[in-house]
């Protein structure tokens, strides 16, 4: 790929991602996504990575005030579900395994930043890596590793 093209490629994957972020897309339309707020910070293409941002919301608090670890596996799954969607769509993308480890805990009145990093894309399988930093990127809070799955049939999915 030219300089050209990886500026273009660039280019288109920031507006998709700019696109599906927007509140009222499909992607924020229903069901759970929408509810923990992601929004877009930056992409790379040549790197194949997305960073999203979260907000702490007083309803995903566990009973310590912090926020509940499914919330941020849920934060996970989306941001690496997504960047595996954005390189393997028009396919279903689904989630084979999450694991996620915490670090460090977040606090009401916080954000945390999810990086995202397509390691390896194989024929049907795609190996993402996540990292979650806290708000002035200073602390890292948790990590994951995820298999998705990308279904050759396409019925099932009411996205693409
Ligand atoms: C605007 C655009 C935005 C786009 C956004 C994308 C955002 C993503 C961000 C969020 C990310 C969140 C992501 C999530 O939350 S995905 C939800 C959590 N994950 C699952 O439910 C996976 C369950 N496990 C399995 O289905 C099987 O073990 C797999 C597929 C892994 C391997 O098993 P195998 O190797 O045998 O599969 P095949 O290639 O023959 O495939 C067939 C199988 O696939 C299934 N299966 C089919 N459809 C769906 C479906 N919709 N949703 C879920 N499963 C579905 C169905 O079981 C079917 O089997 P059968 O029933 O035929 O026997």
Redesign the pocket.
Known sequence: MNELESAQAQEVMESWFRQ?TTPG???LSHGV?PKIEPKFVSCNFEEKTVTLSFDVLEWELNPQNVIHGGIIATAF??TL??L??YFT?PQ?????SLNTTYHKPIFMGDAFYIKAKMEFQGG?LCNITGDAWTQNNSVLAASATAVF?A???MQ??P??
């Open positions: 599906v897309s499909r992607l996504v799954d989306t579900g997504l595996c969607h769509k279903v993308v689904i989630t084979v049907s799955k279904l050759r049939e099932h999915n996205l693409v």
